[in-house]
């Protein structure tokens, strides 16, 4: 028998924004007692909601960096102990894990803020741990090797430090010997988009717990497909029906804002972007503005889709970038010819109208850019609540006596929604129209699993 109505204590480091914070309190199964970020222009943030009313809570706010935070100096000033936290949560910065730029060599890991997250959970001793974070890290190597110098080009064979993933095994292998406590863990990747967000964002989320549980995040929810015919099969199973993706006209339709906050495209800028049809990108200008307008861009090969592009109202918004304005990533409105706005950042990010965001234009977008989408943080909070709801009733005893293994989840993070280019010509997407061969193939791989350090257990 559970308790619904028992709220789990959380404390949240890395708050950022409060994307994920957000998620969690929405899901109305947690109180959030404290939040660590560093950045003062964040903490403000947070500040100016909790003091609206904006939160069911009114979190302590640590405005530390978190490599000078004691877990002790919280356990003093929050009045707990060692194992009365059920839930730690957070995101740990790590852009050198990213896929969206370079790579950059991580020699230690454990001198990332990736590791202060598992001091946190050595000393702390959460019930729960929920960590989020670029889809990149579970790739991601010890010791970067650029690919000029990798075996496939003549170099010499990667070492254990260098193969993808030796990060994630590393930190899988030093979370099995926290001394205190042992800690089992799943990793998911996922795509909010999957789960009824109007964006398409991958994402990894970890969940760890000390009670030797297998804690599975839900399968996609929703897929390609129209309002009238939406209701589409995943893994291939009648029973398994998909809602049609939310999209950015869903998120912004109808959003009246009398004072935007906005970083606009310059003069130049609007110049090109004039000439590009909504929904289509560089490939619809003339040849010859194509190469005065990307320079030497026009000669690289693939991941160009993202210049000069005006967004579609009938498709799920691109990942939110930081900055909305750059030629390269434009994010530029389908009927305007203007960057998306702060606030329409936010209804994309799926944070309440109410929110206040402070700073500089700049700041905002960042603080919203990088923010968790709300309900990746909702929907890993119900099922995080569901297993701590399970567990109670035993005791908060171990279940089994050796630790199972750790497991690697794909759920369809990889989504492509249309097509930019076929056969020589650009591919045109237009609203309200069938567009049926702007299409991409469905995925061949929806699901697949496997042991952290043994071969796939495909699933699809």
Known sequence: MTNNNLKYKVVSLFSGAMGLDLGLDKSGRFEILATVEKEQIYCDTIRANVELGNLSDSPRVYGIDIQDLDPKELFEDLGIKPGDIDLLVGGPP????????????????????????????????????????????????????????????????????????????????????????????????????????????ERAIFIGNRFNEIIDFPKPTHGPGTRDNGQLEFFGKTRDRLSPWKTLGDAIRGLVDEEPVIMDFSPRKKKYLSLVPPGGNWRHLPENLQKESLGRAFHAKGGRSGWWRRLSFDLPCPTLVTMPNHASTALCHPEEVRALTVREYCRIQEFPDNWVVC?????????????????????????????????????????????????????????RTRQWFKNGMAVQWNDGEENADAFYAPPKTKYAWSLLGEGNRDGS
Request: net charge positive; charged share 20%; with cysteine.
């Open 94 to 201: 790590c852009q050198s894990f990213s896929t969206a730029g370079r790579r950059a060599t991580v020699q230690d890991p454990r001198g990332t803020l990736l590791w202060d997250f598992l001091r946190f959970v050595e000393i702390l001793q959460p019930k729960v741990f929920l960590m989020e974070n670029v889809r990149g890290l579970l790739s991601a190597a010890v010791n970067h090797r650029p690919i000029a110098e990798r075996p496939e080009k003549g170099g010499r064979p990667l070492s254990a430090d260098e193969e993808p993933g030796s990060v994630l095994h590393l930190f899988a292998s030093e979370l099995r010997r926290l001394g205190n406590t042992s800690y089992r863990m799943d990793c998911f990747e996922v795509n909010a988009v999957n789960y009824g967000a109007p964006q398409l964002r």
């Open 359 to 415: 700073g500089t234009p700049c700041q905002q977008y960042a603080q919203i850019g990088n923010a968790v989408p709300v309900r990746l943080g909702q929907i890993a909070g119900e099922v995080i609540a569901l297993a701590l709801d399970r567990m109670a009733p035993s005791g908060w005893k171990p279940s089994g006596d050796e630790l199972r293994p750790f497991r690697k989840v794909y759920l369809q993070s990889h989504v």
